[in-house]
């Protein structure tokens, strides 16, 4: 089979690789959507894993099942799915503790394109079929069905771990797929002002329409001092950070509130400084003791996550369509897709492959 891989870092193409082999409990999987994901060009273009040799690229898929494992009870050959972008090995310890996505290590429930050959191929494997699967709902696009798996997943995890309280502020730093999917988040778990961050025009007019009340340009001057002098002085309750260099925590402690949140869904590709570190500020850090708490955290994957957003989506609470800017028809057009993420156009949000 041929799949899109990462040949070294800085480097990719189209590789042959043997069709994977399907465990008793797992599937094998044919994609018929995919999206390439600003992951994957910190992977290739930062070398932010480290080097990886013809390793296939994507996380990002929805498809058709093509064989399962006789262990698999709930999906069979035909089969529409939804395929996390994080698929966890769910009899870990990690597990057991409510860590799935650090399973097997630091980042490990993140397989695809990471320690195995990920998405863009013609066929992929996926292990737990039973816990990581889950069935595309009648009437669903694939364009609203893809970005599911990592968009929406990490976007609202943003959100969630913000701890925001029903008419608290948030300010979200960064509005590509996955700030967006913050807002929306946001707006679910019940923030009053949302302040969106970012300029590219396109993302301005979805946050707008996913429930941002307030825009900021970086390029304006200090996104921080922007934010503060709305607020009189206050900062906000909540930062979710989906954007931005390795400096961006400068602004999020900066505008934070003591008792706020900062909730990270960055992905540091690249550090700052000859020790590769990222920096917190002291003095808006209160010198340690602001109460001004930073979490972090990698997408949740598995079945029941896909299903809860797959049902976001049925039932009306927000249209990840919108972020679908731009659609290419044909498996040959990944690399294409994979280069428009990389360049990031003024009009793009997020890329899709349709293969069907
Ligand atoms: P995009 O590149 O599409 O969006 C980045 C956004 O950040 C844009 O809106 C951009 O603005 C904005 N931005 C750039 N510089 C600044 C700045 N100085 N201050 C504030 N905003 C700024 O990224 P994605 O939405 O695809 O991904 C966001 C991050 O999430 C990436 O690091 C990605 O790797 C990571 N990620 C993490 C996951 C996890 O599990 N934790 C999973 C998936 C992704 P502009 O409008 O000007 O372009
Ligand atoms: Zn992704």
Not at 81 to 96: F, G, K, L, R, S
């Amino acid at each position: 089979m041929k799949g899109y891989a990462m040949l070294k870092i800085g480097e990719v193409g189209w590789i042959e690789k043997d069709r994977p082999k399907c465990g008793p409990t797992d599937a094998i999987i044919r994609p018929t959507a995919l999206a390439p994901c600003t992951s994957d060009v910190h992977t290739v273009w930062e070398g932010a894993l480290g080097d990886r040799h013809n390793m296939i690229l994507g996380h990002e898929a929805v498809g058709v099942v093509d064989e399962v494992g006789n262990q698999v009870k709930d999906f069979k050959p035909g089969d529409k799915v939804i395929v996390p972008a994080i698929t966890p090995d769910w009899d870990t310890e990690a597990c057991q503790r409510g860590y799935p996505s650090q399973t097997g290590g630091a980042c490990g429930g993140w397989k695809f394109s990471n320690f195995k050959d990920g998405v863009f191929a013609d066929f992929f494997h996926v292990n737990l079929a039973d816990n990581n699967l889950a069935l595309i709902p009648e009437g669903m696009s694939q364009e609203a069905a893809v970005m599911i798996p990592d968009m929406l997943s990490t976007g609202f995890m943003g959100a969630e771990n913000a701890n925001i309280e029903i008419g608290s502020s948030v300010a979200v730093l960064g509005i590509g797929a996955v700030g967006l999917s913050g807002i929306a988040g946001a707006v679910l778990e019940g923030a009053g002002r949302i302040f969106a961050v970012g300029t590219r025009p396109i993302s301005v007019e979805v946050a707008k329409k996913y429930g941002a009340t307030d825009i900021i340009s970086y390029k304006d001057g200090d996104t921080a001092d922007q934010i503060l002098e709305a607020t009189d002085g206050e900062g906000v309750d909540a930062v979710i950070v989906s954007g931005g260099g390795p400096d961006i925590l400068l602004d999020a402690f900066k505008m934070a509130k003591a008792g706020s949140t900062i909730s990270n869904n960055n992905y540091f590709g690249k550090g700052q400084g000859d020790k590769d570190t990222i920096p917190i500020p002291r003095v808006d850090w209160a010198f340690g003791m602001g109460d001004k708490n930073l979490i972090t955290g990698l997408c949740p994957g598995g079945r029941t996550r896909m299903e809860r957003l797959a049902d976001i989506v049925t039932y009306g609470r927000m249209d990840p369509e919108l972020m679908a800017t731009h659609t290419f028809k044909g498996f040959d057009k990944i690399g294409e897709a994979l280069e428009l993420m990389r360049d990031k156009p003024r009009d793009l949000i997020k890329p899709v492959v349709l293969l069907d």
